[in-house]
């Protein structure tokens, strides 16, 4: 089985930086993404990273550390428009085939 | 432009009452996926399908039927809805299993009274 932890609720500052946590634990580790989801909207792909390390691109950066089972999302000179849920997935490869696990969600609530 | 597009986005049905949600994709995507996503539980996939006429059980099928016979369609078929499957409802596709973007449609409201 899988099993994803992110905090469920989150309170950061207009122009502040803010990281949302994700933890795992898995059999078949084969990547893991970050989505960001508008209340009401479907979500939309922000970030994937399959090694160890950290991805950036533009205010938004990821890390990932396979040993640990832990990667992070981090926002950077935060917007309200950044206000919305944040769902960390891992890929996991099994029987052949490939699943995709989705966290709860984070919701970022972004405040001036 | 490249979209997923799912039919209808609001239904509200009564309990034993046969549905189809369709979904259809314009990017030649191999791989799709239903998910279910309800309060508390997030994002759930229901089925999966990596070609043309080849679906497999994601963690939650049972009370769902899907079908591939084309490459852009992937309906989700409710044979006897119940209250329980009161959801919201997402389609997604990608290039391939092991692509790095999935698409998400706009979702579907579900509602079985």
């Known amino acids: 089985g899988q099993n994803i932890d992110q905090p469920t609720e989150m309170t950061a500052t207009e122009g502040a930086i803010v990281q949302i946590n994700c933890t795992y634990q898995t059999s078949g580790f084969n990547g893991l993404f970050w989505y960001q989801q508008h209340a009401g909207e479907a979500p939309t792909f922000l970030s994937y990273n399959v090694l160890d390390g950290l991805e950036e691109k533009g205010r938004f950066s990821s890390f990932l550390s396979r040993s640990k089972g832990y990667s992070y999302l981090l926002l950077k000179e935060l917007q309200m428009k950044d206000s919305a849920s944040y769902l960390c997935?891992?890929?996991?490869?099994?029987?052949?085939?490939?699943?995709?696990?989705f966290g709860k969600g984070t919701k970022l609530s972004v405040i001036p | 432009e490249a979209q997923v597009t799912q039919n209808p986005r609001y239904l509200i049905t009564v309990t034993g009452k046969k549905l189809t949600v369709t979904c259809s994709q314009n990017m030649n995507h191999e791989y799709m996926s239903w998910y279910r996503q309800d309060p508390g539980l997030g994002l759930r996939q229901i089925y999966y399908?990596?070609?043309?006429?080849?679906?497999d059980k994601g963690d939650v099928p049972e009370g769902y039927k899907v079908s591939r016979k084309e490459k852009r369609n992937f309906p989700l078929i409710l044979e006897s809805p119940s209250p329980n499957q009161t959801s919201l409802y997402f389609c997604?596709?990608?290039?391939?299993?092991?692509?790095?973007?999935?698409?998400f449609g706009q979702g579907t409201r579900l509602t079985v009274v």
């Open positions: 997935a891992v890929r996991s490869q099994q029987a052949g085939s490939y699943q995709l696990t």
């Open positions: 399908s990596m070609n043309v006429e080849v679906t």
């Open positions: 997604a596709s990608s290039l391939g299993q092991m692509n790095t973007e999935a698409f």
